[in-house]
Each structure stands twice: as C-alpha cells, then as structure tokens.
C-alpha cells in the first residue's frame, strides 16, 4: 500500500490534499527533483492545499541491487497516487533500454498514460541557436501518442549471430490509439490559436501513415474551428527551424513526437529546461510529469544541473491537479528568473548553480526581492 489510510483523510480545513508519488531516479534526476518538491511546497502554502510526497528510491542503483528497476508491485503502488513526479532515469553502467522499459515505459503504458504533452516556448535570457527568431517568440506545444506506435516490442532477430542475420521492428497503430490523441490535439487547439500540424510520412510509410492519416481527417469533421494541415515529418523538422512560429499544436506518432520534442526543447535554447506531461487524459489512472532531459552522467553531483525542467513539469502536475494558479505562479517565477543572469545556470550560458536557481525562483514567488 502506498498511502497509509490517515494520509488519505481529507484535512480538516477543507484544504485540497494531494498524494504525490516521487521518483527521483538517477543522476540529476534526483538532484532537479529536490527543487522541484521546494517549489512545490512553497506555492502549497501560499495557494492553500497540501501534498503529501511518497518518495520511491526506483532506477538504475535499485536494479543494480535487486535486478530489477522497481519492485514488482511497484505499478500497484503506484496507482493509489494522485500523480507521479519524476527525475530522469538512467546509468552508464545500466543498458539504456533496460532503463527504459523497466520504469518508464511500464508507467506510461500500465496508466494508459496515451498524451505526451512537451511545450515549447522560449523564456527571457534565454537565446535560442536560430539565427531568427519570429518577434512573437517561440510558443507551441508537441502532443506525441506515447503508448504505442514505432515504440513496440513487436519483432525479433533471425539467424542471430551467423553472416545474413536480420532484425525486425514492427510498428503498431490501433485505431482508438490514434483516435484519442488526435482527438486531445484537436481539443487543445481550440484552447489556443486553433492550428493543428498533424506530423506524418505518409509518402515513404505505406500502411500505418495513411491510417494515421486518414483518422486525422475523420476527427478533424468535428473541429470545424481549427484550422489542421498533415505535414511530412522530414519537412515538418525544416519548418521548426526556419518557420517555428507558424506553429501551435503539433500531434506526432510516438518515434516522431519524440525527435520533434527534442529538437523544439534545443530551439527553446536547452534540453535543461524542456518539461513534459505522460497524459492519462480519462483520470483513470496518475499521470506522470518529469523534465524531457535524461540523467545527465555527464554534469552529475556538480550541483549545475538546470532544475527549470523539473520545475515547469511541477508546475503541468498542479494544472492537472486543478490548481492553474499555484501553476501560473511558477511559470512565470521562472520566467523572471531566467532574465536576470544571476539565475541562469551553465547550459543556458549562466554560472548559478541549481540551489541558486531554486532560491531564485522561490524569492520570485514570495515576492522578495
Ligand atoms: P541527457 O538529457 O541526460 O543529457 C544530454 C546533455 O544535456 C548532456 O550534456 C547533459 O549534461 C545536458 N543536460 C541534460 N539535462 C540538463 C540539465 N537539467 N541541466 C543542464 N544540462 C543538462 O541525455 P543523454 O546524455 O542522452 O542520456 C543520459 C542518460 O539519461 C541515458 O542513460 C539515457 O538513457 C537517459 N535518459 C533518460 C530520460 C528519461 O528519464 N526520461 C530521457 C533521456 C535520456
Ligand atoms: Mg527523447
């Protein structure tokens, strides 16, 4: 059991109380989840409700004791959660896809965790690698389908080992998978500046991309209101760099979302700062936030690591949670922060460090100056 049975009584003021599953994992994940947990208290008190965190100590030093990512009740523990917070998993001395699909993959599939949701947007001080950038900024946000897709562990390796060996990956597209997360993208645009870019390669793949396609079309009859095109992913890549603000709402397949998030996060000028949603949209199950960047090996225990991913992901958990102005408070806190040089850290060409950044922020939402 994850919560005990008095942590899921309501507290007596009335005050909304959330049960927060934490997962710092690996390298700075555990390191950018401190702050975000600070952050997350600090706006609780000022916006009146309460989080109890449930930290699980699951990813590479864990299997590398038990042989295993998490334990094997670790999804049912998991599900009682609210929501789940998340670092970054990952280890040099851990095969990155044991990583993977022994923590994160299981989540998001187990919670049909189905919407990655990935916004882009450029913050003041930062400056991004394009030479131009459109006077508006940068302000769209990536849907990538996050259960299925290219991601399938449908296939096998023939002759493994002799002269002519072969591998085959085969990509999965249901119907009802794609169905609801065009239909989420659908739904989003309409909440912002009703423009949808469906990416596809429906040229070069054969039989999944026409499909993805053809069911855009169909979900598109009930938004009149949006404006939609499907665009060829190797084109859709070009226009991120030479046209981003022609961009709103962007819906990719799992493999395509996934590279298109990247490379949104390196125009926002840092993978250091590039949060992102795992989306149970139906509130079946948690959803799960975590910054979009890895475990770092590189700039582990330096105490550099950019902590605003992490934070601006805790800032999407209180949104989902219904608290938008707890979660404003702290977009915009970083917002100031990052325009003063004194709060920047190293990748986004600063010298502060992550507790500095952290204090900033909290400053920020205090009102201190
Ligand atoms: P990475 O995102 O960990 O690092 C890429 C580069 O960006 C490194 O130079 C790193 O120092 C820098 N960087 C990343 N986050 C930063 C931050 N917050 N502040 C400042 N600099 C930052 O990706 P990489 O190197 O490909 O993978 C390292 C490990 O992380 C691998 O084991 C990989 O499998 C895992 N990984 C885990 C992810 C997750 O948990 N969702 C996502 C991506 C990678
Ligand atoms: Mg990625």
Known sequence: MTFSADQQVQPKNGQERYRIAVVPGDGIGTEVTASALQVINHVADKYNFSCIFDHKPWGCEFFQSSGAMMPEDGLTQLSSADAILLGAVGHP????????????????????????????RLFPGISSPLRQVPPSGLDFVIVRENTEGEYSQVGGRF?????????????????????RVIRYAFDLALKRRKTLTVATKSNGITHTMPFWDEIASEVAENYPDVEWRLMHIDALAAK?????????????????????????????????????????????????????????????????????????????????????EAAQAITEALMTATAVSSSRTADIGGTASTADVTTAVLDIISGRP
């Open 159 to 179: 002759s493994s080992g002799i002269r002519d060996e072969m591998a085959i990956q085969e990509s999965i597209f249901t119907r009802a998978g794609c169905e």
């Open 240 to 324: 991120f760099v030479l046209d981003p603000g022609s961009l709103d709402v962007v819906v990719a397949s799992n493999l395509f979302g996934d590279i298109l998030s990247d490379l949104g996060a390196a125009l926002a000028g840092s993978i250091g700062i590039a949060p992102s949603a795992n989306l149970n949209p139906d509130g079946t199950f948690p959803s799960m936030f975590e910054p979009v960047h890895g475990s770092a090996p590189d700039i582990v225990g330096l105490g550099i690591a950019n902590p605003i991913g992490a934070i601006w992901s805790a800032s999407m958990m209180l949104d989902h949670l219904g608290q938008p």
């Open 93 to 120: 001395d851990v095969a990155d896809h044991v990583s993977l699909w022994g923590l994160l993959i299981p989540i998001r599939r187990a919670f049909s965790q189905y919407v990655n949701l990935r916004p882009v």
